[in-house]
């Protein structure tokens, strides 16, 4: 089943300590991007990536990393999270980078952090 | 910069009944526009791509028609059903390509049994 995997779904963390939410696709798709969603904020992207080794910042990357060392797999790290990105986080493929092919969504892992 | 805008907020419905949901965005130089339904606790699942060459796109119950010129899109459910009920979220590439969505708030729909 072509899908867009997130782990962990739930995650309750600490301030500072380091966390990796990971994103796998099976489809072979070339873009994947990380979106973070907040009540009265709606969805904001973090980082995309347009291929392996390619990566760019979004419209809020502050306190985030990315990685992509296989077209696979998207990860996104947390260095030393704060409680302000206590939020709900969504991985997302699509084949190219071109506007005529529609993003998948993965199922979206949410965080606290205390 | 690309502002998506979603009305109304919310919107509840008696089952069997028609509905349209709207979105509106600020830069009409765009190349697709998606629609997207999520449940509370879920992921988005793609609904409706309409590319912007097209002027409708239809999927089962599902019709969605986009006016670059005005800047809009509007997602017109039919004989709607609780199962419907959910955020519909509007979403259009910014900068000319699909690197990022810039999405709506969305429509909370409820459809009464």
């Known amino acids: 089943e072509a899908q867009v995997t997130q782990n962990p779904r739930y995650l309750i963390t600490v301030t500072g300590k380091k966390l990796t939410v990971t994103c796998s696709q099976n489809?072979?798709?070339?873009?994947m991007s990380w979106y973070r969603q907040d009540p009265g904020l709606g969805l904001r992207q973090i980082y995309y990536?347009?291929?392996?080794?390619?990566?760019d910042k979004g419209d809020v990357p502050e306190g985030y990393k990315v990685s992509r060392k296989e077209k696979r797999n998207f990860p996104l790290i947390l260095e030393s999270p704060s409680p302000n990105q206590t939020s709900l986080y969504f991985c997302?493929?699509?084949?190219?980078?071109?506007?005529?092919?529609?993003?998948?969504f993965g199922p979206g892992t949410r965080l606290t952090v205390t | 910069k690309q502002e998506v805008t979603q009305i109304p907020a919310a919107l509840s419905v008696p089952e069997g009944e028609n509905l349209v949901l709207n979105c509106s965005f600020t830069?009409?130089?765009?190349?697709?526009l998606q629609w997207f339904r999520q449940d509370p606790g879920k992921g988005l699942t793609s609904l409706l791509l309409?590319?912007?060459?097209?002027r409708e796109q239809t999927s089962g119950r599902l019709n969605a028609s986009l006016d670059k010129s005005s800047g809009r899109s509007t997602l017109y459910i039919a004989a709607s059903q609780p199962g419907d009920s959910a955020t519909y979220l509007c979403?259009?590439?910014?900068?000319?390509?699909?690197?990022?969505?810039?999405f709506g708030k969305g429509t909370l729909l409820t459809v009464n049994p």
């Open positions: 830069d009409s130089a765009i190349y697709n």
């Open positions: 979403a259009v590439p910014s900068g000319g390509s699909n690197y990022k969505l810039t």
């Open positions: 489809m072979n798709h070339e873009y």
């Open positions: 309409i590319q912007s060459s097209q």
């Open positions: 990536s347009m291929n392996v080794e390619v990566t």
């Open positions: 997302a493929s699509s084949l190219e980078v071109q506007p005529t092919y529609e993003q998948y």
